[in-house]
């Protein structure tokens, strides 16, 4: 009788994963060992804005492999990261609910293991579910971290985190939310010692730049998927900060040119464009990234795992480097809110199209479930994009509702360096509402760098009164009262453990 081959027979053929993709061996063989179903490659990098991408319009580097991508897929030009913060945008993909329902509002939170989450979905289904990369979804560093003291100024026990070095491991079982392969970390920026956990309570150091590891770790995985699908996320931390040289892959920021063209709404003032290195260390971490993108198409296609692999692409949020005076994110402005987001299907999905429908986190549960055929949870706030994306229907959305609930991205706090606001997006149009009561609108379709406040013209008044009742209706269906920071400290206990949301007490 002829043996079959699986990935694992495959593996042992082969050698190394270093190996496969230098063979001449037939790869394609591969393909013999799926299922029907199709497999699900979801990569979302951290701070990758996407204009840093240049099939979305990057005038500084080119990303090759990225544009290739969205050559053979759909390209989103309106996906949207609703709460331009780490830990709000992972609770939102998981769960495919609105922060205030699933209580990840802020960083460094304890999630509830008990919701029902995307992988449980593809677990249940007889999919082989894995984790590689970022997890950001734990109290993590510490689990004494506090509120505030009586000063109102946060507070982290150093005592604790000397007592407890392993409080970046997430052990196996409820809390990994039903992703059984693990290779993983909370949360730490060794870019170029990267470390993670598997399912022991042990750091594996690999003395090598993350994003390399991660995508060698995510091909050995699809190898080691035997006979059955799998649902697969990859999320590498950079190009996050520090934008620092020693932060960066080697040879890369040597790629980078001398001179960077900056967006018209950076000040001329503005730090970033009188020192470029901490701009230039940024693009040479996107380069990287682009570059891991080509190594793991690559496979795809010589494995012949890629006509029936949905293979997403897409960001936590974007990165303002000195846009509107500011850097970092945790704002509504088009830098921070705008992602790139590519879905690629061969089998089932036309390629080199562009969708200008409003996408948001907590769509991809419904989408990407639909598009496998499984169903959903019953707790998801999302839309169901697999009619559009199949050409049979379209999305009928006219706003999304984003938001920054704190106004520190790791404590509740209120009115310090990031205010709170909440804030409507249209296809055209942003309308933001500030904690203070200060307004802004912008008509992005003119103004895509949004330097023109339209709140005070006196011509928008009509459309300003239209998006202020459309707050409000998003506001109520998120069950969201637009909180002072300070007001959401009473949803988790002294260890960040959620005890209510929105919606009440858990």
Same mark, same amino acid.
């Given at each position: 009788?002829?043996?079959?081959?699986?990935?694992?027979?495959?593996?042992?053929?082969?050698?190394?994963?270093?190996?496969?993709?230098?063979?001449?061996?037939?790869?394609?063989?591969?393909a013999?060992?799926?299922?029907?179903?199709? =497999?699900?490659?979801?990569?979302?990098?951290?701070?990758?804005c996407?204009?840093?991408?240049?099939?979305?319009?990057?005038? =500084?580097?080119?990303?090759?492999?990225?544009?290739?991508?969205?050559?053979?897929g759909?390209?989103?030009? =309106?996906?949207?990261?609703?709460?331009?913060?780490c830990?709000?945008?992972?609770?939102?993909?998981?769960?495919?609910?609105?922060?205030?329902h699933?209580?990840?509002?802020?960083?460094?939170?304890?999630?509830?293991?008990?919701? %029902?989450?995307?992988?449980?979905?593809?677990?249940?289904?007889?999919?082989? !579910? $894995?984790?590689?990369g970022?997890?950001?979804?734990?109290? $993590?560093?510490?689990?004494?971290?506090?509120?505030?003291?009586?000063?109102?100024?946060?507070?982290?026990?150093?005592?604790?985190?000397?007592?407890n070095?392993?409080?970046?491991?997430?052990?196996? $079982?409820?809390?990994?939310?039903?992703? #059984?392969?693990?290779?993983?970390?909370?949360?730490?920026?060794?870019?170029?010692?990267?470390?993670?956990?598997?399912? &022991?309570?042990?750091?594996?150091?690999?003395? /090598?730049? &993350?994003?390399? *590891?991660e995508?060698d770790?995510?091909?050995?995985?699809?190898?080691?998927?035997?006979? %059955?699908?799998f649902? +697969?996320?990859?999320?590498?931390?950079p190009?996050? @900060?520090?934008?620092?040289?020693?932060?960066?892959p080697?040879?890369?920021l040597e790629?980078?040119?001398?001179?960077?063209?900056?967006?018209?709404?950076?000040?001329?003032?503005?730090?970033?464009?009188?020192? +470029?290195?901490a701009?230039?260390?940024?693009?040479?971490?996107?380069?990287?990234?682009?570059?891991?993108?080509?190594?793991?198409?690559?496979?795809?296609? &010589?494995?012949?795992?890629?006509?029936?692999?949905?293979?997403?692409?897409?960001?936590?949020?974007?990165?303002?480097?000195?846009?509107?005076?500011?850097?970092?994110?945790? *704002?509504?402005?088009?830098?921070?809110?705008?992602?790139?987001?590519?879905?690629?299907? @061969?089998?089932?999905?036309?390629?080199?199209? !562009?969708?200008?429908?409003?996408f948001?986190?907590i769509?991809h549960?419904?989408?990407?479930?639909?598009?496998?055929?499984?169903?959903?949870?019953?707790?998801?706030?999302?839309?169901?994009?697999? @009619? +559009?994306?199949?050409?049979? $229907?379209?999305?009928?959305?006219?706003?999304?509702?984003?938001a920054?609930?704190?106004?520190?991205?790791?404590f509740?706090?209120? /009115?310090?360096?990031?205010?709170?606001? %909440?804030?409507?997006?249209?296809?055209?149009?942003?309308?933001?509402?500030?904690?203070?009561?200060?307004?802004? +609108?912008? #008509?992005?379709?003119?103004?895509?760098?949004?330097?023109?406040?339209?709140?005070? =013209?006196?011509?928008?008044?009509?459309?300003?009164?239209?998006?202020?009742? %459309?707050?409000? &209706?998003?506001?109520?269906?998120?069950?969201?009262?637009?909180?002072?920071?300070?007001?959401?400290?009473?949803?988790?206990?002294?260890?960040?453990?959620?005890?209510?949301?929105?919606?009440?007490?858990?």
């Amino acid at each position: 009788m002829k043996k079959q081959l699986t990935r694992r027979n495959f593996l042992k053929t082969a050698g190394s994963i270093a190996t496969v993709s230098l063979l001449n061996f037939p790869l394609k063989m591969l393909a013999g060992a799926v299922s029907d179903k199709p =497999n699900v490659l979801f990569i979302f990098a951290d701070q990758l804005c996407a204009d840093a991408c240049s099939v979305y319009g990057c005038k =500084n580097i080119q990303t090759p492999n990225i544009d290739k991508l969205a050559s053979q897929g759909v390209r989103f030009t =309106n996906a949207i990261s609703t709460c331009p913060l780490c830990t709000p945008f992972r609770g939102m993909l998981q769960t495919g609910r609105f922060p205030t329902h699933s209580g990840l509002i802020i960083n460094f939170l304890e999630v509830n293991p008990k919701q %029902r989450c995307i992988a449980h979905i593809f677990r249940d289904a007889g999919y082989h !579910t $894995g984790f590689i990369g970022k997890w950001h979804l734990a109290a $993590g560093m510490d689990k004494n971290l506090g509120k505030f003291n009586a000063g109102g100024v946060n507070v982290w026990s150093e005592d604790f985190k000397k007592q407890n070095p392993d409080t970046e491991f997430v052990p196996p $079982g409820p809390a990994r939310l039903g992703y #059984d392969f693990w290779q993983a970390y909370n949360f730490h920026g060794a870019f170029n010692n990267y470390w993670y956990y598997g399912d &022991e309570k042990k750091k594996i150091q690999t003395q /090598q730049y &993350e994003t390399d *590891v991660e995508i060698d770790q995510a091909i050995d995985f699809m190898c080691k998927s035997v006979n %059955r699908p799998f649902f +697969l996320m990859v999320a590498p931390h950079p190009p996050h @900060p520090p934008f620092k040289p020693e932060f960066c892959p080697k040879g890369y920021l040597e790629k980078i040119p001398e001179n960077i063209q900056f967006a018209p709404n950076v000040p001329s003032d503005h730090p970033r464009r009188k020192d +470029l290195l901490a701009i230039r260390c940024y693009y040479a971490m996107c380069k990287n990234f682009d570059d891991n993108i080509g190594r793991i198409m690559k496979f795809l296609d &010589e494995s012949g795992l890629a006509e029936n692999t949905i293979v997403v692409l897409t960001s936590d949020h974007g990165e303002q480097h000195g846009s509107h005076n500011l850097i970092d994110k945790m *704002v509504p402005y088009a830098e921070s809110v705008n992602i790139p987001l590519i879905i690629r299907w @061969p089998a089932g999905i036309t390629a080199g199209t !562009t969708i200008d429908a409003i996408f948001t986190p907590i769509d991809h549960m419904p989408t990407l479930a639909a598009l496998c055929g499984l169903l959903p949870s019953v707790a998801c706030d999302g839309v169901d994009f697999a @009619p +559009l994306l199949r050409d049979e $229907g379209d999305v009928l959305r006219d706003a999304v509702l984003m938001a920054n609930y704190s106004s520190h991205w790791d404590f509740f706090q209120t /009115q310090t360096k990031w205010p709170e606001w %909440r804030a409507v997006r249209t296809k055209q149009h942003t309308y933001i509402k500030w904690l203070s009561g200060k307004e802004e +609108l912008y #008509d992005n379709a003119a103004d895509p760098y949004q330097m023109n406040n339209l709140a005070e =013209n006196k011509q928008q008044a009509t459309l300003l009164e239209k998006l202020r009742g %459309r707050l409000k &209706e998003l506001l109520a269906q998120a069950h969201d009262e637009f909180l002072p920071g300070t007001g959401y400290a009473d949803w988790y206990d002294d260890k960040r453990n959620l005890i209510r949301t929105g919606l009440g007490p858990i």
